[in-house]
């Protein structure tokens, strides 16, 4: 008992780890939480959610593994989500403007996040890497250094925690951290965004600078890979 909750926790906080570094995800949730609230921030982080469960389905039936196998689709990832980034790096430089000439959310459109952040997902080449690598490892029996695959912290942390794979406490830790994040993410957001009115356009412009940042690095690498 005590073992499957160590194994939940671990879970837990590999998720957590690598759902809370920044990146065009994180840009479209905070851009959803501050110009419309809580509830839309939630739902754009299920989109993200949405597309890590259908990679594991894909992977348990070994259907991600195909993919590495078609090295012509990884140029066109990256070309299609670098535009689809850029799309919406537009998108959120609107809704800054909005929000400064309307200085209030708006609560409509909920389901836009959610849209956004699961195409991203599915055209995401690391996305995809991860859960052909990695992903695929958690599925089967082995050991797993989860920090060694958390951006920021995979130098210094590398090591310091170590876990068994291809148990379903795990696989449910996981899922249960980046739900953790996808809930208190967007609370943290709107709740300075209610005591700084200068807050939602601040970071909805922060997103489309993410946003666009990263899709000019994919358009850029996706256009290496083709020539």
């Not at 921030?41 to 993200?48: D, K, M, P, R």
């Not at 459109?109 to 956004?116: D, E, M, P, S, Y």
């Not at 130098?155 to 148990?167: D, I």
Request: glycine share 16%.
């Amino acid at each position: 008992m005590f073992e499957h909750a160590g194994t939940l926790v671990v879970g837990a906080v590999f998720g957590l780890a690598l759902a809370a570094p920044p990146g065009p995800m994180n840009a479209i949730i905070a851009e959803e939480s501050v110009l419309r609230g809580w509830f839309p921030g939630v739902t754009a982080g299920l989109g993200a959610m949405a597309a890590d469960a259908l990679f594991c389905a894909l992977a348990l039936v070994g259907a991600v593994a195909v993919l590495d196998e078609w090295g012509a689709i990884r140029p066109l990832l990256y070309l299609a989500g670098g535009a689809l980034m850029c799309y919406f790096a537009v998108g959120a430089v609107r809704g800054a403007r909005e929000a400064t000439a309307a200085g209030a959310a708006d609560a409509s459109g909920v389901a836009t996040g959610f849209r956004k952040t699961f195409l991203l997902s599915v055209t995401n080449p690391y996305q995809i890497g991860f859960w052909m690598t990695v992903g695929v490892g958690l599925l089967r029996p082995g050991r797993l250094d989860v920090f060694s695959h958390v951006p920021v912290v995979d130098g210094p942390l590398a090591g310091s925690l170590v876990v068994e794979t291809g148990s379903p406490a795990l696989l449910a830790g996981f899922f249960g951290g980046i739900g953790l994040w996808v809930l208190a993410y967007p609370a943290a957001l709107v709740g300075a965004g209610r005591r700084v009115d200068a807050v939602a356009p601040l970071v909805a412009g922060a997103s489309a600078a993410v946003l666009a940042g990263f899709g000019v690095l994919f358009l850029a690498i996706g256009g290496a890979q083709v020539l």
